[in-house]
């Protein structure tokens, strides 16, 4: 097997290695949200409000139907990481064209299921009547393409599994400017509005999906794709639904709760609908900063898993706590500080940008317990306990959330954008508590590490 485009996380320096492997995830993730926030402002600026809260009114919805079948991709990474880490390079080359047809699959139900329910679930999400119209168009052309979604997550997740975080990065800066030249031409030049970003999202990601799949074409290893091996093997395919089904839940779940909480936003005008937007982008871009670690942590304790390094991954999973809270610390000041600049972004509407804000005030200081829920599950997740995650943040953010809405939300005197927003912190140091619990006792029962090679 051939080490170019590999990074054997089961031997070398720890830091050294999660630094090489979460970088280039970092820069992806930031590039990705860098260009879709170029959707948001470039309809913002051009478009105005109405189109604003339009997209972003689509945002929890189009999540809640597609991260089902993206948690999988999780269970790709993890499946194939430790066959990695073994040195199984037949299950590799199973794994691989099991995840390539699971795509495809995937994608095509997603396309009917989107197309069916988008517009009942915007009607019950209590989406603005003049926003209906806007909202239901995106959704329809958006969830079209959505089968090269699925095929260059689980492709890049697959490319990851092995360490390389770096070809899936040129891959993101590509297509992304791609989506960036076509917003700008669709938008403003053509006036194609909502409609226009949803065609330049849809162009862009096929041409990601495109190119992954080149580059899985053109391996030389045991990631090598071949058409004619494209087959669902059972037995990789109930090895991914292990990991990844629990994972894809848990992702369902968030976004059931964040649908309940959009929809309760949704009550407070379209300014307040569209500022929200605006901060949930910014959110996003300090929750990726922090991810970059969380998914080293993943794919580092998967292939440790493989291999039985399991001092290692004890080691691991402490050293990627820091770095996580270090950065949500800095990355959430700073935004903080120069929140009303970040939203001149999006909007220059004085009322837009002050209703992001009091939802910044809440959430931007304490993000940095996001991604400590998030480090210590995927942990868990890769030491091999796929369950215990799901029932935290089910408890933990999504149960807790939707009570919150339900019924302190819904006293008179709460009846405020503060209370929903509060709730997100709040649900982060509940489920953060539980998680860091259940890591420490499952790593507890980890057996003694294997001599060093």
Same mark, same amino acid.
């Given at each position: 097997?051939?080490?170019?485009?590999?990074?054997?996380?089961?031997?070398g !320096?720890?830091?050294?290695?999660?630094?090489?492997?979460?970088?280039?995830?970092?820069?992806?993730?930031?590039?990705?949200?860098?260009?879709?926030?170029?959707?948001?402002?470039?309809?913002?600026q051009f478009?105005?409000?109405?189109?604003?809260?339009?997209?972003?009114s689509?945002t929890?919805?189009?999540?809640?139907?597609?991260?089902?079948?993206?948690g999988? /991709?999780?269970?790709?990474?993890?499946?194939?990481?430790?066959?990695?880490?073994?040195?199984?390079?037949?299950?590799?080359?199973?794994?691989?064209?099991? /995840?390539?047809?699971?795509?495809v699959?995937?994608?095509?139900?997603?396309?009917v299921?989107?197309?069916?329910?988008?517009?009942w679930?915007?009607?019950?999400?209590?989406?603005?009547?003049?926003?209906?119209?806007?909202?239901?168009?995106y959704?329809?052309?958006?969830?079209?393409?959505?089968?090269? %979604?699925?095929?260059?997550?689980?492709?890049?997740a697959l490319?990851?599994a092995?360490?390389?975080?770096?070809? !899936?990065l040129?891959?993101?800066?590509?297509?992304?400017?791609?989506?960036?030249l076509?917003?700008?031409?669709?938008?403003?030049?053509?006036?194609?509005?909502?409609?226009?970003?949803?065609?330049? %999202?849809?162009?862009?990601?096929?041409?990601?999906?495109?190119?992954?799949?080149?580059?899985?074409?053109r391996?030389?290893?045991?990631?090598?794709?071949?058409?004619r091996?494209?087959?669902?093997?059972?037995?990789?395919?109930?090895?991914?639904?292990?990991?990844?089904?629990?994972?894809?839940?848990?992702?369902?779940?968030?976004s059931?709760?964040?649908?309940?909480?959009?929809?309760?936003?949704?009550?407070?005008?379209?300014?307040?609908?569209?500022?929200?937007?605006?901060?949930?982008?910014?959110?996003?871009?300090?929750?990726?900063?922090?991810?970059?670690?969380?998914?080293g %942590?993943?794919t580092?304790?998967?292939?440790?898993?493989?291999? /039985?390094?399991?001092?290692?991954?004890?080691?691991q999973?402490?050293?990627?706590?820091?770095?996580?809270?270090?950065?949500?610390?800095?990355?959430?000041?700073?935004?903080?500080?120069?929140?009303?600049?970040?939203?001149?972004?999006?909007?220059?509407?004085?009322l837009?940008?002050?209703a992001?804000?009091?939802?910044m005030?809440?959430?931007?200081?304490?993000?940095?317990i996001?991604?400590?829920?998030?480090?210590?599950?995927?942990?868990?997740?890769?030491?091999?306990?796929?369950?215990?995650?799901?029932i935290?943040?089910?408890?933990?953010c999504?149960v807790?959330r939707?009570?919150?809405?339900a019924?302190?939300?819904?006293?008179?005197?709460?009846?405020?954008p503060?209370?929903?927003?509060?709730?997100?912190?709040?649900?982060?140091?509940?489920?953060?508590?539980?998680?860091?619990?259940?890591?420490?006792?499952?790593?507890?029962?980890?057996?003694?590490?294997?001599?060093?090679?």
């Open positions: 097997m051939t080490t170019k485009n590999q990074l054997d996380m089961t031997r !320096p720890i830091l050294v290695n999660l630094l090489k492997f979460s970088i280039p995830v970092i820069c992806s993730n930031f590039l990705q949200l860098l260009f879709n926030a170029a959707d948001v402002a470039v309809v913002g478009a105005g409000v109405a189109s604003f809260a339009a997209v972003g689509c929890q919805l189009i999540n809640l139907l597609i991260n089902l079948f993206v999988l /991709s999780v269970g790709i990474n993890v499946v194939a990481a430790r066959h990695f880490g073994a040195k199984d390079y037949d299950n590799i080359q199973k794994t691989v064209h099991t /995840s390539i047809f699971l795509s699959i995937s994608g095509a139900f997603i396309t299921l989107g197309l069916a329910l988008s517009k679930l915007l009607i019950r999400m209590n989406t603005v009547e003049d926003l209906m119209p806007l909202a239901s168009l959704l329809r052309i958006y969830f079209s393409g959505i089968v090269f %979604t699925m095929i260059y997550n689980f492709g890049s490319l990851r092995k360490g390389d975080t770096q070809r !899936p040129y891959i993101l800066f590509s297509a992304g400017l791609l989506n960036l076509l917003n700008l031409l669709f938008v403003i030049v053509l006036k194609l509005d909502v409609a226009g970003v949803a065609w330049a %999202t849809i162009i862009s990601q096929g041409y990601a999906a495109i190119f992954v799949m080149i580059l899985l074409i391996e030389t290893d045991a990631f090598h794709f071949d058409f091996k494209l087959a669902l093997d059972h037995k990789s395919l109930i090895e991914i639904i292990k990991v990844g089904l629990p994972a894809g839940l848990q992702s369902v779940m968030f059931i709760s964040n649908v309940q909480i959009q929809s309760s936003i949704n009550l407070f005008g379209k300014e307040m609908i569209a500022g929200n937007t605006a901060a949930c982008s910014l959110e996003d871009f300090l929750y990726q900063f922090m991810n970059g670690f969380t998914a %942590t993943l580092f304790c998967s292939q440790n898993m493989g291999a /039985s390094k399991f001092t290692r991954i004890k080691k999973v402490w050293i990627c706590l820091c770095c996580t809270v270090l950065t949500g610390l800095i990355a959430g000041s700073l935004f903080y500080i120069f929140g009303r600049q970040l939203l001149s972004i999006y909007t220059k509407d004085p837009v940008i002050q992001g804000l009091s939802r005030a809440v959430t931007f200081l304490p993000i940095f996001c991604g400590i829920m998030h480090c210590t599950g995927n942990s868990i997740r890769g030491i091999g306990h796929s369950l215990m995650p799901v935290s943040i089910m408890l933990g999504c807790f939707v009570f919150w809405i019924f302190i939300f819904n006293i008179p005197r709460f009846h405020t503060f209370t929903i927003f509060v709730s997100y912190p709040l649900s982060w140091i509940i489920t953060a508590s539980v998680n860091l619990g259940f890591y420490i006792y499952y790593s507890r029962k980890l057996n003694a590490p294997a001599p060093s090679k």
